[in-house]
């Protein structure tokens, strides 16, 4: 057992006496409990373990709670975000799964404040496996639901909250904190694994086989991150919709379609109401141009929508968009350019105008865009060792500007880097997935990165297809599955075939499921470049209907 207090504490004894008292109880009752199996006990017994030497230190880690959980039933909350998370994993699970297979649950931190929660299948049951779901947005609580998730295929599956508390795009949090800007940008996915491993280790009395890290967004920009910074840590990524250029995403991207839709005020000038005519005009200009009306756009690229076909005649005020509007759906659309006229980030892909409520429209009146947030919480918080003045006027902010000034967040936090030798060296694999009507993260942006390392691998005599490829996913959204694309794929199992059995994914199998979890639509996605292209005749429903090749 650990001393939980050091004889030096300034606690007063009568406190010390208590609080040892009631440790040395529930760890009696542990022993001499006649019901619990030695398994139960080992798993309850995790929270006496020594985790402090982790790292020499570095990974200081303490479990303040662990218990065995028996055939427990996920109540309708629960399912329904397991269910989601399952989808934004790539690990999918029945829509009708509501039992969670025994297991062991583990909570706990990583020194300073990086919360975690681990889930361990029973012995039996464990595949021997590693799971990790990295947060996404600016991280802040310890999601339940991935690994609730997670153990239904029998992974160990953790989450945590990437070193902080924050709500949604908050970034307080970070105000001249150097510890928890590095936890966030790429320390917390490491020591939590190391954590993972050693209390698997204890519990299972063995490491797992393999590792893997998943997640959306930040959670993707995180697997990407793990393979340039600790190639070794996982054997797999799954990466969906990643913020790999993190600091672009929230002062190039975020900052400009906050720019394009608010007024000097901060009033909207577009508002969610306009969004479904917006959507219906681009959907009749471009569904069919990938040879298949079906509500999904497959390839952004093909399409050539101009916003000044919605603008109001003379005496019209309704069904229309002002001059003002036009303007600010054509600088949605439009990439962001330097002074020089390159482009720094894809514009809004044609599509992804069902998510621009939220994004780039007010959820609520009482709100701004999440894009505001994203740009002005980053901005403040995050972007500059000292944070800015309270006054500060988020509209005065230069990108072009303060490159120089950026350096150093850039450093920390961007993923971009294209020399990915060492995890390909290590057999490392990496599933990169996203969705076409993406309107968070265009994937304009995830395509420019991977032809660099792309273009940077192959300099260097080695191919990137060889351990990482992309899948661009038609009419799916920002780590969400409401879109009109197939946001149902196991990639897991896909990676798993890659890292374990050689056999690298040259199609994967997309699903889009109705509200009762049954398969409406199938498709087959192809590594990029290549696409789904419809044969033609066959039912588009069937993925035997679409070969792999490319959109004209
Ligand atoms: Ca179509």
């Given at each position: 057992m650990k001393i939980k207090f050091s004889l030096t504490s300034k606690v007063s004894y009568p406190l010390v006496f208590v609080c040892v008292s009631s440790v040395s109880t529930q760890l009696m009752a542990a022993q001499t409990a006649p019901q619990l199996s030695a398994e139960e006990r080992a798993c309850m017994s995790l929270r006496f373990d020594d985790f402090s030497k982790l790292e020499s230190g570095e990974a200081a880690t303490n479990v303040i709670e662990s218990s065995f959980v028996k055939?427990?039933?996920?109540?309708?909350t629960e399912s329904e975000w397991a269910y989601k998370h399952s989808r934004l994993m790539g690990a999918p699970i029945p829509r009708s799964q509501t039992q969670l297979p025994d297991h062991c649950l583990v909570k706990g931190y990583v020194s300073p404040t990086i919360r975690f929660e681990l889930r361990l299948p029973a012995r039996a049951l464990w595949n021997q496996k590693?799971?990790?779901?990295?947060?996404?947005?600016?991280?802040?609580?310890?999601?339940?639901?991935?690994?609730?998730?997670?153990?239904?295929?029998?992974?160990?599956t953790m989450s945590h909250d990437g070193g902080h508390t924050a709500y949604g795009f908050d970034g307080k949090w970070a105000r001249n904190n150097q510890q928890l800007k590095i936890d966030f940008a790429y320390r917390a996915n490491h020591v939590v694994a190391v954590a993972a491993k050693a209390?698997?280790?204890?519990?299972?009395?063995?490491?797992?086989?393999?590792?893997?890290?998943?997640?959306?967004?930040?959670?993707?920009?995180?697997?990407?991150?793990?393979?340039?910074?600790?190639?070794?840590?996982?054997?797999?990524?799954?990466?969906?919709?990643?913020?790999?250029?993190?600091?672009?995403?929230?002062?190039?991207?975020?900052?400009?379609?906050?720019?394009?839709?608010?007024?000097?005020?901060?009033?909207?000038?577009?508002?969610?109401?306009?969004?479904?005519?917006?959507?219906?005009?681009v959907m009749s200009a471009c569904d069919h141009k990938d040879g298949l009306v079906d509500g999904v756009i497959s390839d952004p690229r093909l399409c050539d929508f101009d916003p000044q076909t919605l603008a109001c005649e003379a005496g019209q005020v309704s069904n229309c968009l002002s001059t003002q509007q036009v303007e600010a759906v054509k600088a949605l659309y439009a990439p962001s350019k330097n002074a020089q006229g390159e482009v720094i980030y894809g514009g809004l892909p044609y599509g992804s105008e069902p998510e621009w409520v939220g994004w780039v429209t007010p959820l609520l009146t009482q709100l701004q865009p999440f894009a505001y947030y994203a740009a002005t919480e980053y901005l403040k918080y995050l972007a500059y060792p000292e944070a800015l003045d309270i006054d500060y006027d988020w509209r005065d902010f230069s990108y072009q500007n303060?490159?120089?000034?950026?350096?150093?967040?850039?450093?920390?936090?961007?993923?971009?880097?294209?020399?990915?030798?060492?995890?390909?060296?290590?057999?490392?694999?990496?599933?990169?997935?996203?969705?076409?009507?993406?309107?968070?993260?265009?994937?304009?942006?995830?395509?420019?990165?991977?032809?660099?390392?792309?273009?940077f691998m192959h300099t260097h005599h080695q191919e990137v297809r060889d351990f990482a490829r992309l899948f661009l996913l038609p009419g799916v959204i920002h780590c969400g599955i409401d879109g009109p694309g197939n946001s149902t794929y196991d990639a897991i199992s896909a990676l798993e075939a890659w890292v374990i059995g050689g056999v690298a994914p040259d199609s994967l199998l997309t699903q889009k499921e109705n509200a009762l979890g049954e398969v409406i639509k199938e498709q087959p996605a192809y590594p990029y470049p290549m696409q789904a292209v419809y044969n033609g005749k066959g039912d588009p429903t069937k993925a035997t209907s679409f070969y792999a090749g490319f959109l004209k």
């Open positions: 055939g427990y039933q996920m109540n309708a590693y799971l990790l779901n990295a947060c996404m947005g600016f991280c802040g609580d310890v999601s339940p639901y991935p690994p609730m998730a997670g153990i239904v295929r029998h992974y160990a209390i698997m280790e204890k519990f299972y009395h063995t490491q797992p086989q393999y590792s893997f890290i998943t997640g959306c967004s930040k959670g993707g920009h995180a697997g990407v991150m793990a393979a340039k910074r600790y190639p070794n840590d996982f054997d797999g990524v799954i990466a969906r919709g990643p913020t790999v250029n993190y600091t672009d995403v929230n002062l190039v991207n975020c900052m400009d379609n906050a720019r394009a839709v608010l007024n000097d005020r901060d009033e909207p000038i577009l508002s969610s109401q306009e969004i479904p005519m917006i959507a219906s005009a303060e490159k120089e000034n950026l350096q150093e967040i850039s450093k920390l936090i961007d993923a971009d880097d294209p020399d990915l030798r060492q995890f390909k060296n290590s057999g490392g694999k990496m599933i990169v997935l996203h969705g076409w009507s993406d309107a968070a993260i265009p994937a304009y942006a995830t395509i420019d990165w991977y032809e660099n390392v792309e273009s």
